[in-house]
Structures are given as structure tokens and as C-alpha cells.
């Protein structure tokens, strides 16, 4: 980047947090989100965020706090947060700030780097019900329960919802690696309080699959402040909408996760003295969330199709964060403690999971009957489980246990090996197609399985790989 011209602000008057008060000593006065820097080696970066009075403002301390002390002279860059975007950012690991975290050494002098802060554009927002007619058509995972109860459209936003230890990490890993080995698409994974482990290990991943080099990660670790765990989610979209709308490429955008950001917003809003709303979140709760997914649009040149985990904090799907996120997500994928403690992966919860393009329009007569036909006895198995926990499976009627077995075998078979955890569990990963799915579902409906029993359709792919084809 060219060097920029600084200007003399003031001197720092006190640090609260991440909150700076600077009291100005010249005419200039920044603008809002304009970047300031201490005069020192440090360099500390801090962003503006409000006027005290005619003389003083308030800033977020984007460094370390042991970086900043008061009476420190602070300058003006004259520009907002800026973000490398484009080509040279593929295969790399970046900050907030643009430094790369990976080893691999600094970016290119050329790189192009673009404000994290995008004015609204006046795009042509490509209509998802314009799929069934232009052939775009789902965007298969190649995992069995996700693009068979909750598919997801090519431009839609997949939400992969639940509490800890249930698998969301794993469960979007593994969609990163399916559907980037299916196609061109460009891919921008926005880790937002992300484990410095877990980064490392989902790095390690993309290598091993070798998709890294079509997949740009913008991160801020959970040991890093509120203010820069939460602009990571601007800087990530701001990488995604270049991708759009300059080189006009489909865009998978991975976030992990939304209530890192939410929470992140919660603790700023905190230390500025902002009155909580009344489950203890900012007030500023359903816009922030809001400006956020708006961002991540499909234009009438390029889709951006996103995937968010969502931690459920103590399994409690009512928290604000998850129920402000959930009305922009056109699929939802709720995933079960109960169903992960007896050990079925994904732990989806298929009666409380839910999409909006299942209807015939969308996914196909086929594929429509056999959700609702699979729902239905669903339902039915549920009840029936709470009356088999008391009397048995042995005094249920003809009819019921049929049903109930059934049932057994659907969820069994929705259960699938992965790519990424084949090291842990022994068992090679498997992608399967949804016309396979739905063709291997209806098979279960009508009978053709009764005699398998339930436990040999556990982790399997599909029933022709399966061995199973006898019986087609």
C-alpha cells in the first residue's frame, strides 16, 4: 500500500478496555471509522467511534491494551479499516488489518485492498424463485440428511444450529470440503472468535483436500479483543462482495460463528455505556445481524451461497442471537445433544430442522413426497417412543411397529462417515447424491427394507455402494 499522510490528532486521555478518550489538540477532526495510530513504535491502531464534545472522541482500541498509555500522541491515517481482496488473498490466512497468519510470508506489493465498510450498492438481487425456471437448481453437500430435510438453494444461507460438542465445526468443515471438490467456486471462511486450534486444524483440512488454493480465511482468534472479533465479520464480507461483484465469481461464504459476532458486539456495547436491551444484548442487536447478512447478496452476475454455525448457549434455541439470525437463513439445521449422545452424526434433529425451498417447485415431486412421507412417520415414531419407554416394543400393534421400525431405519441411514474425522473414526467418508437419497428413502417407505434390521444402516452411503442393491 502507498505510504499515507498522517495528521497530528491529540494526546490520549484515558483507556477504559477497548474504549479510548482522546482529547483533540488541533482543528482536525477525524470522521467517524476513520484509523488512528499512536506515534510510537507500537503503532497502535485505534478506530473512531463517537464525539465526546467538541474536543474530545471516542475510539476502539484495535491493538493490545498494553500498547497504549495515556498523554501518547495519536495521528490520523486519513482512511478507514481496509482488507487485501482479490486473487492474492486465495490460499491465505489474513487479520482484520490485512497481515497474513500463516507463514507463508507477506502478501504481494499489488495486492488490492478495499474499505471493510461497504456503502449499500445498487445491485439486482437475484430472486431464489427464479431457480426452478434458470436451472440453478440445490446446491448439493453430498451429506444424505442436510440436502434431503434441509436443502439449500445455490445463493441461499444455510444455518448449522446448536450447542457445544454437538458437531457444527465438523458438520461445516465437511460441506466446505464437499462442495468445493464439486466445482470453481471461490470460497471465504470468516472465523470469528475462532479457537487457534481448531483454525489450524480446519487449515489443515483445506490442504489435504486441495481446495486451500480456491479459499481466502479471515480470522480473529477468541484471545483477541471485542472489537476486532467483531469487525471480522465486515472485513470476511468485504472479501466475498470483491469476489462478486469485480471478478464476478460464485462466492460459498462459511462463518463460525454468528454468536461470536453477537457476543462480540454485546461486550462493546457494554464498555461504551450502551442501556442492554432486556435479555442483557446490545440494543442494536436485529440491525447489526442485519446489515451483516445483507451483505452477503447474489446479484443478477454471481450467487454468494452461505453456510453459519450458530452456538446454541446451553442448548437454548429461544437466545436472542439465534432467533434475530434465523428470520435471514432459508435453511435450518438444528443439531441434537441427545441424538449426538447415542452417537448418531450428523446429530440432526429432523423435526425441528427445516427449509423453505421443499416443495415441488424447487426439489422435485420425488424428493417432496419423500420428505413429507419421512416427516410424517417421524412424528408418528415420536410418539410412539415415548409410549415404547414404558410398555415396550412388543406391545405396540402390527401397524405401529412397522412404522416405528421404519422410522429407526430412516434416521440409521441418515447417519454418514466424513472426510474430515475419517482419521478418528476408522470409517472413509462418503458423499452421496440427493437423487440417491431420495430414491434410497422411498425404498424404506415402501417396505423393501423390513428385514434389514435398523442397525445395519448405520454409516453407510448409499444403498448400491452399500450393498445392498439386491434389494432395489
Request: glycine letters at 8%; a negative charge.
Amino acid at each position: 500500500m502507498a505510504k499515507i499522510k498522517e495528521q497530528f490528532v491529540g494526546k490520549i486521555v484515558s483507556v477504559r478496555g477497548q474504549v479510548v478518550l482522546i482529547d483533540c489538540e488541533t482543528e482536525y477532526r477525524p470522521k467517524l471509522r476513520e484509523l488512528l495510530v499512536t506515534d510510537d513504535e507500537a503503532r497502535a491502531k485505534l478506530e473512531v467511534y463517537a464525539y465526546e464534545s467538541a474536543h474530545e472522541i471516542y475510539c476502539l482500541l484495535l491493538s493490545s491494551r498494553n500498547d497504549v498509555c495515556r498523554n501518547m500522541n495519536v495521528v490520523s491515517t486519513g482512511t478507514e479499516l481496509t482488507i487485501p481482496v482479490g486473487e492474492t488473498v486465495l490460499g491465505r490466512v489474513i487479520n482484520l488489518f490485512g497481515e497474513t497468519q500463516d507463514k507463508g510470508g507477506p502478501l504481494p506489493k499489488e495486492t488490492v485492498y478495499a474499505p471493510i465498510y461497504q456503502e449499500a450498492k445498487n445491485v439486482v438481487v437475484r430472486n431464489l424463485h427464479t431457480l426452478k425456471d434458470n436451472g440453478s437448481g440445490i446446491l448439493e453437500t453430498g451429506i444424505k440428511a442436510i440436502d434431503f430435510f434441509t436443502p439449500l438453494p445455490k445463493g441461499g444461507k444455510l444455518g448449522l444450529v446448536g450447542g457445544p460438542g454437538v458437531g457444527k465445526t465438523v458438520l461445516m468443515t465437511e460441506i466446505m470440503r464437499n462442495i468445493n471438490r464439486q466445482g470453481d467456486n471461490l470460497t471465504v471462511f470468516a472465523g470469528i472468535g475462532e479457537r487457534i486450534r481448531e483454525g489450524h486444524e480446519l487449515l489443515e483440512t483445506l490442504k489435504a483436500a486441495g481446495i486451500l488454493k480456491n479459499t481466502a480465511l479471515v480470522v480473529g482468534h477468541m484471545n483477541e479483543n471485542a472489537a476486532i472479533r467483531f469487525k471480522i465479520a465486515w472485513s470476511a464480507a468485504t472479501v466475498a462482495e470483491y469476489f462478486r461483484d469485480i471478478m464476478k465469481r460464485d462466492v460459498l461464504f462459511f462463518v463460525d460463528n454468528i454468536f461470536r459476532f453477537v457476543q462480540a458486539g454485546s461486550e462493546l456495547s457494554t464498555l461504551l455505556g450502551e442501556i442492554p436491551s432486556e435479555f442483557g444484548y446490545q440494543p442494536t442487536l436485529q440491525t447489526e445481524i442485519a446489515q451483516f447478512e445483507s451483505r452477503l447478496k447474489s446479484t443478477s452476475d454471481a450467487f454468494i451461497t452461505s453456510i453459519q454455525t450458530i452456538y446454541a448457549p446451553a442448548d437454548i434455541l429461544t437466545n436472542p442471537s439465534i432467533v434475530d439470525t434465523l428470520p435471514h437463513l432459508v435453511a435450518v439445521t438444528i443439531l441434537s445433544r441427545n441424538i449426538a449422545h447415542e452417537g448418531r452424526y450428523p446429530a440432526l434433529d429432523v423435526l425441528k430442522s427445516k427449509s423453505s425451498v421443499v416443495n415441488e417447485d424447487f426439489v422435485g415431486k420425488e424428493h417432496h413426497e419423500a420428505v413429507t412421507k419421512s416427516i410424517e412417520i417421524l412424528n408418528h415414531y415420536d410418539r410412539l417412543t415415548r409410549i415404547t419407554s414404558i410398555i415396550g416394543e412388543e406391545e405396540l400393534t402390527p401397524d405401529d411397529r412397522k412404522l416405528y421400525q421404519r422410522a429407526q431405519k430412516i434416521l440409521n441411514y441418515m447417519t454418514q462417515p466424513f472426510f474430515t474425522t475419517s482419521t478418528q473414526t476408522g470409517r472413509p467418508g462418503v458423499l452421496v447424491a440427493r437423487k440417491d437419497v431420495v430414491r434410497d428413502v422411498h425404498l424404506i417407505i415402501q417396505g423393501r427394507f423390513d428385514s434389514v434390521p435398523a442397525e445395519q444402516l448405520l454409516y453407510i452411503g448409499d444403498f448400491d455402494n452399500a450393498g445392498f442393491s439386491r434389494f432395489i
